[in-house]
């Protein structure tokens, strides 16, 4: 495996923080309206099937679409900035969306929604239905979100840095 340069890693994790940031307040802010109809909700369901909103059953969904939605603008906007910072040969950097980025941004988003889905099924077994107010769902929301886009921001422009 090609490890990216320092002053490339430099940006491509001051980017991915920004964007992590930022979408874990407009997700957090989001997940409290709403879930602040209700006096507590459930982070956690022991069941697939059940109809009640939880904080994990936003939370892997939104984990997934964030990662796919910001993988997509990740990969368009990073290209454009990699190349005038001359980050790597133009040979890696133009490569075609289809298939490469779709590959990528998919196997991320997929690996992102996996470990939220996991951590929600690990919870659950092992700590049992765990009751939250709205404002801690709100704020659990927002982690979650916040790591997915900071995830998805960092593999993907990392990814776009290695050849195949």
């Known amino acids: 495996m090609v490890s990216v340069s320092h002053q490339a890693n430099h940006y491509i994790q001051k980017d991915a923080m920004l964007s992590g940031v930022i979408n874990a307040v ?5 997940g409290w ?3 602040r109809g209700k006096d ?3 982070l956690t369901v022991d069941t697939i099937s059940a109809h009640e909103k939880t904080v994990f059953s936003t939370g892997v969904m939104t984990a997934f679409l964030l990662s796919v939605i ?3 603008i990740a990969f368009f906007n990073f290209g454009k900035k990699a190349k005038s910072l001359q980050l790597a040969s133009p040979d890696l950097l133009n490569r075609p969306f289809f298939f490469f980025g779709v590959r990528t941004v998919l196997f991320y988003s997929l690996f992102a929604f996996g470990t939220a889905a996991l951590v929600a099924l690990f919870l659950q077994k092992f700590a049992g239905p765990i009751l ?3 404002v801690v769902g709100g704020i659990l929301l927002g982690l ?8 998805i921001n960092a593999a993907v422009m990392k990814a ?4 195949e």
């Open 160 to 163: 776009m840095l290695r050849p």
């Open 144 to 151: 979650i979100a916040g790591i997915a886009a900071w995830f």
């Open 33 to 35: 309206f709403m879930f």
């Open 40 to 42: 507590v909700l459930p």
């Open 132 to 134: 939250v107010t709205p």
């Open 70 to 72: 910001l993988g997509i």
């Open 26 to 30: 407009i997700n957090g802010v989001i």
